[in-house]
């Protein structure tokens, strides 16, 4: 049994020392800026590297884009060295710091946050006037929801999609959407606002329930009307409440003479995610089967319902409450896939193919591959784009807004917070791009190491498809090595590091965990005792990767030689992969999708469909993400 621990961590990485990062830059396969388009290449098992496959350009975009002016990278430093005081003094209620700062910034993201600060400060305020004046001046692709929702209360815009979006959240939202839905209270939909106070409340959220309370014309400390019957719910889904869930159920029993169905509906949906979340389905499932409302149920309730229908098999269930769900969620790829899977159990064929059908061009995600696979069909990572031209990257990189982004990225060593910012600028610079030439820019950030943005840069296509840059594959002889040394599947390996740090090589995450492949230092003590290395290795590209790769094959080892388990164990730990086994075999995209923390599920789900994906650059026989899922063993 291993007893090497990792924790959950937040995807978070700030940069260690300037000296690292240097050697990590030297170890690197870094291209040199020759002008030159420079081709990404995969990793082979063979040790052959593989050329991009091409088709022809099929979404009709040309390349288009005109360089926007530089400027000197002094004053971009000098800039951003006031930043941070210049968004507090917005944050405080000072017009004339982000007023004067702006009159001499060029556009910017750092600008664009200025602005956006200002302008939540100006609501706050209501400086009506001033704040008209400056939200003209933001592009409404750079407007903050915040921002929006304060230009809704003075009547700059109208969206009723925003409104309804808040008035559908039952957790806490943003002090400009709160007001908003608070002054469009009475006149709205009075269930969904009411369906609001249940869900603050349970978030305990207590003043904000309070005042939208009184905002619909009934307080909750009223001792009459709808605000008072709501009130008798804080002693079952407030937190403290939910502390003892027995008790709260037994309370939630009591009281239902004195609720409505729509009370009573929402109150078990709490109730039965919190037994859901810690692992009590059958428990979860009878919670849920007394909503006799579902039209009350939040999205985190309906989930959770169908999660706990599918760990117990209850696929009758499954599929009533996914048909039960609001359009917009229905729709979620996952929702569509296992309806789809419902249907077909039922042999329902043609519903089924429809809704796998429409859950396969979702996109890359794990849903979509699973419902692609369920067609009959693969994954195809050949792209359908031919590679940018030097012309097109000389372009672009005259661009200021790109060479603001690189110059901070490079200025960046030792500095995550300036990195971020990096990061912000590459994003604002990329903003509004076609699919061509945001490829373009993509393969620029690629050939300057900027790899997280390379990756964020692709993936944001649609239609226009390089794999090469989505699945970028550098450090090929260390990855591909030390994964046969340790008798891992290198497509697994590349998975990983694709959503443990996005090859930033001194990725640093707000637990400690070190390096591409996001090690504790304590695991690493540990490994470098047991192996014969130096627990300084993990701060070296080449240390790091054999100590993530080692882990990876004794967290599988340690679980049941399971990859999906061994994945869950990577990011939150072998004990609590161990927790999450059912006591009969289950199907790996069960487990997977039954996972109680919100980043772990996620997590799981991305490394392996990102693993699907390197496997077929890696010309790997076996690239079905079913297959990869497979069975998750029995609990013992």
Not at 435 to 446: D, H, M
Not at 450 to 457: G, L
Not at 550 to 565: F, I, K
Request: aromatic share 8%; hydrophobic share 40%; net charge positive.
């Amino acid at each position: 049994m291993n007893s090497i621990q990792k924790f959950p961590k937040k995807l978070t990485y700030p940069l260690i020392a300037a000296a690292l990062t240097l050697i990590a830059a030297c170890a690197s396969d870094r291209v040199p800026d020759t002008g030159k388009t420079t081709k990404p290449t995969t990793p082979n098992t063979q040790g052959k590297k593989l050329e991009p496959i091409a088709t022809p350009n099929m979404a009709g975009e040309g390349f288009s884009f005109t360089p926007k002016s530089a400027e000197n990278f002094s004053q971009t430093m000098s800039d951003y060295s006031r930043l941070a005081s210049v968004l507090a003094a917005a944050q405080a209620g000072d017009d004339f710091t982000p007023q004067q700062f702006l009159a001499t910034q060029s556009n910017s993201a750092m600008g664009e946050a200025v602005r956006n600060e200002w302008l939540k400060s100006l609501g706050v305020r209501q400086q009506i006037q001033l704040f008209k004046q400056q939200y003209a001046l933001l592009p409404a692709d750079g407007r903050l929801k915040e921002v929006r929702c304060y230009a809704m209360l003075f009547g700059i815009e109208n969206d009723a999609a925003l409104l309804q979006e808040h008035l559908e959240e039952t957790g806490k939202a943003s002090a400009g959407c709160t007001r908003l839905v608070e002054s469009r209270a009475v006149g709205v939909d009075n269930q969904l606002a009411w369906r609001r106070v249940r869900g603050l409340i349970s978030n305990n959220q207590i003043t904000d329930a309070r005042n939208l309370a009184a905002a619909l014309g009934s307080p909750l400390d009223g001792g009459v009307g709808q605000g008072a019957q709501e009130n008798l719910l804080r002693d079952v889904i407030s937190p403290s409440a939910k502390k003892s869930p027995a008790i709260a159920a037994s309370r939630l029993a009591n009281i239902s003479g004195s609720l409505n169905n729509q009370q009573t509906s929402f109150a078990w949906g709490v109730l039965g995610v919190e037994q859901a979340e810690s692992g009590n389905f059958p428990t979860a499932l009878a919670y849920f089967n007394r909503a006799s409302d579902r039209s009350q149920l939040s999205k985190n309730q309906f989930e959770w319902y169908v999660r706990s229908a599918l760990r117990l098999g209850q696929w009758d269930t499954v599929a009533s409450v996914i048909e039960a769900m609001p359009q917009k969620l229905r729709d979620d790829s996952a929702w569509s896939y296992w309806l789809a899977r419902v249907y077909q159990m039922r042999g329902q064929t043609a519903q089924a193919q429809a809704l796998f059908d429409k859950a396969s061009k979702t996109g890359r995600n794990f849903y979509a591959v699973l419902s692609l696979e369920e067609l009959g069909k693969r994954v195809d990572t050949r792209n359908n784009v031919a590679n940018p031209t030097a012309q097109q990257l000389n372009t672009i990189k005259q661009d200021g807004a790109i060479q603001r982004a690189l110059q901070m990225y490079r200025a960046s060593a030792g500095n995550w917070e300036l990195r971020k910012q990096a990061q912000a600028e590459w994003r604002y610079a990329t903003r509004g791009m076609n699919e061509t030439t945001r490829l373009a820019a993509a393969q620029l950030a690629y050939d300057n190491q900027f790899y997280e943005m390379a990756i964020a840069t692709a993936d944001s296509t649609s239609k226009l498809l390089n794999y090469n840059l989505r699945y970028i594959s550098p450090f090929q002889d260390l990855v591909v090595d030390y994964s046969a040394q340790a008798n891992v599947d290198a497509a697994w390996v590349y998975g990983l590091i694709r959503q443990e740090s996005r090859f930033m090589l001194s990725a640093k995450s707000s637990v400690g965990a070190q390096g591409l492949m996001q090690v504790m230092p304590a695991t690493a003590a540990e490994i470098a005792r047991r192996i014969g290395m130096s627990q300084s290795d993990l701060y070296t590209m080449d240390g790091n990767i054999r100590m993530g790769t080692w882990y990876m094959a004794d967290a599988r080892r340690s679980l049941q030689n399971n990859e999906v388990m061994a994945t869950a164990g990577y990011n939150a730990g072998p004990s609590r992969a161990r927790k999450w086994q059912a006591n009969v075999p289950l199907e790996g995209a069960i487990y997977a999708e039954t996972i109680p923390f919100t980043e772990t599920r996620d997590y799981v789900k991305k490394v392996m469909t990102n693993a699907t994906y390197y496997a077929s650059l890696l010309n790997e026989p076996h690239t079905s993400l079913k297959t990869r899922m497979g069975m998750v063993p029995a609990r013992y």
